[in-house]
């Protein structure tokens, strides 16, 4: 760098305190010259050979004229070290003389300030003497003393309060400051007078909205009591004051609608075109004996019977918990329940079933089937038939249905339906009895059922070649596959329905198994373990070890038939030993006994745990040379799916909801759902397609409220959401009772059913939707 008798060293520590040039104590950056001796040096470098600072100046110094080197403390690292040596007698002796000039100057230039820039006073002292502050008042002195007596006594503390003796404590009270006490002599204001407001109110002041229910009964008197009540002149006397005013009132509503509200009217007027959106509250159902403690798992509408809806219940805790037998509560009943919304407090039916039923489906064709699927796998099968007059008995006239549902109550209606039901509340308190107890007629075998919890069942369409060619009824339930059940241990099973005869067989056995628990169990094969699947899929990828927990199933359509000649087998001709396989594996095998339908669609998606969507083929090609159709996955939920229903408008168009997302996929798109939607704050529990309306679909969430999702309106958010219970929505059911009244249910986790009336908005589609 232009200086080439300077050499850069690094001097540690340990070197600078032997040589006495130790940083910021011997040498500064004003004074930073330290001259050393060569011959220290060279002692220093025999004595501690590599280790020492010097030695890769050795050749330098031993070749240097003088006897002391100069030694320049550079802190700034202006040579990369931290200090230098100058190698230069010349260099040397002119540093120092710089260094000399430097400080006499510096000397010369202060004496020079001091002579010529002497302090003149300008009165700046006066002021920072005004400005200084200054003790003006007294200071304060206290006086402690004690008596000298007390002085080295024994001290004892106590407890005292301080307002009973003034001098335990030390008071500074406030003073009044004369400097802020200005009186005003004259004030500008102005005046208006205005009427004195105050708020009231009459009632209880209603601090937080809770949930309750009155359970009352009718009071009961005795024979001699009515025949008093009805024979008193009181009665009497009563009766004829209030015979006027009701015939003034029925006049009144013969000639007007005291009901109608005007101002709604004039609103209706400014706000054509924007009507109220709601669900309203038609009726709440609840069961202290079947539902304490317990959560709606599934809710489902009688196809046929108006007003007759089935629901059933499982443990509150997780289903990990629920399969584990030892943890299940004997105090609950496994069933299900069927009541009318006409007699709410009574129920029509119980369905025993062996476990909780998760999922639950009436037969399309007949009705009074009922599957269900239960924690543990099984499959199970009710006949309600011969239950099938006291449900329909439990309906109303259809006349007086249909003036319901078209006109509003009046005010003679209304009084009526009070005198009416204060008489028939007692004679159905005495007539009322225990509902009627209906036994599973058929349940799967344990072994070969699902090993984990039976999420989704759905049952099939049967086939209508069938018809062309001569087939029965009977047949058709006998031979077709009829049930899809779908598990997360990985399994979607296809069932055939049991025949009658077995179904009797099965309920017989059953009743006489009970009768004689207490004897040792019969050693003979019992029916349940006759009904076995008859085709299973596993939803595992043989190349990848991908296994999928299908937690929801949506089949397009899928129709099977047998190869039979002349009449169908029955049921004990098909089964095959338990130590064989019971179900048929879709191969080349399965494919000799079972006939494909033509233009049947043998796709389906899949919901799982992990909320992945799958889209597959289920049906295997019977040459082992073809490729082995591709599983499409989807991963956009974030939690186990719960819902996976077709529209009931579009075959191809899906709805799936979980987590905190919901999508709608259209088949034959690969590339994606068509919509979905963006995270919401809670969690999406259930969903429903609209029976009436295609863009509209309704999704219950964790926080009690049900979104209502008009697609025409928006599609970024909710078009109304309303609040229905402060619990988890667990099931959501939409029903169609006429044209003009439509239902949904909606369940909760406290195990209460909540009817719901929906708005005509709701229910009438546009032209063009």
Known sequence: IGHPEI?????????????????????????????????????????????????????????????????????????????????????????????????????????????????????????????????????????????????????????????HDKDSYAECTSYEDNTFSIKMLERDVGVQTVPKVRETSTQTKWTYPKNASTQYYTRQLSNEAKEETLSSETLKEFLTAVHIRMEIALQQNEIMDVFFDDWKALAEDEEEGKPDVYLKAYQSFTDVQYLKNR??????????????????????????????????????????????????????????????????????????????????????????????????????????????????????????????????????????????????????????????????????????????????????DENNLQLVTCSPDCSILFWDIPSIEHRQKFLSEKIKEEKRSHMP?????????????????????????????????????????????????????LRTPIKESPYTEISASSSKNLEVLENISTNFFVGNEDGEVVYSDWKMKIDTNSKKPHSQKYTLHTETINTLQSSPFFKDIFLSIGGQKFAIWKEGVTNGPILQSSCSEGRYTAGQWSLTRPGVFFIGRDNGNIDIWDLLKKTHEPSYFQNISKSIITFISPSSASAEQHFLAVSDDLGVLHILEICQTLCHPSSNE
């Open 7 to 163: 050499f850069p060293l690094l001097l540690t520590a340990k070197t600078q305190k032997i040589f006495n040039c130790r940083a910021d104590e011997d040498v500064t950056e004003e004074n930073c010259f330290k001259c050393i001796k060569k011959e220290d040096i060279i002692q220093d470098l025999k004595t501690r050979a590599n280790t020492s600072d010097f030695h890769p100046l050795k050749k330098v110094i031993l070749e240097y004229p003088g006897e002391e080197l100069l030694v320049v403390f550079d802190p700034k690292l202006q040579y990369g070290q931290n200090f230098y040596i100058v190698a230069s007698e010349e260099a040397k002796e002119n540093l120092l003389k710089l260094s000399a000039t430097a400080d006499e100057t510096e000397e010369n230039r202060d004496e020079t300030l001091e002579v010529h820039k002497a302090w003149v006073s300008l009165g700046s002292e006066k002021e920072v003497e005004e400005e200084s502050v200054k003790e003006r008042d007294t200071k304060i002195k206290y006086k402690i003393s004690r008596v000298r007596r007390k002085f080295g006594a024994p001290i004892t503390f106590t407890d005292k309060n301080a307002s």
């Open 295 to 476: 959560t709606i798992s599934c809710v489902r509408w009688h196809p046929t019977l108006y007003g007759i809806i089935a629901l059933s219940a499982r443990e509150q805790p997780s289903y990990e918990e629920q399969v584990n037998l030892s943890n299940k509560s004997l105090l609950h009943q496994s069933v299900i329940l069927i009541l009318s919304f006409f007699e709410p407090i009574c129920l029509q039916l119980v369905l025993k079933a062996p476990e909780d039923i998760y999922c639950f489906q009436f037969s399309p064709s007949d009705p009074n089937i009922i599957a269900g699927g239960c924690v543990d796998g099984q499959v199970v099968l009710w006949d309600i038939s011969k239950h099938e007059e006291k449900l329909q008995s439990a309906l109303p006239v259809a006349d007086e249905i249909n003036d319901l549902a078209e006109d509003e109550p009046t005010v003679a209606a209304v009084v009526t339906e009070v005198i009416w039901g204060v008489m028939v509340g007692w004679w159905f308190q005495q007539s009322s009895t225990e509902p009627s107890l209906v036994r599973h007629c058929a349940a799967s075998s344990i072994p070969y059922s699902n090993k984990k919890p039976a999420m989704d069942i759905q049952w099939l369409t049967c086939n209508s070649e069938d018809d062309q060619k001569g087939g029965t009824s009977e047949n058709r």
């Open 521 to 573: 169990p019969d050693t003979d094969e019992d029916l349940d373990l006759s009904w076995k699947p008859l085709i299973k899929i596993n939803l595992r990828e043989r190349d990848t070890s991908t296994e999928y927990g299908p937690t929801r199933i949506s089949l397009r359509e899928l129709q099977y038939r047998y190869k039979t000649s002349g009449k169908a087998k029955s049921l004990s001709a």
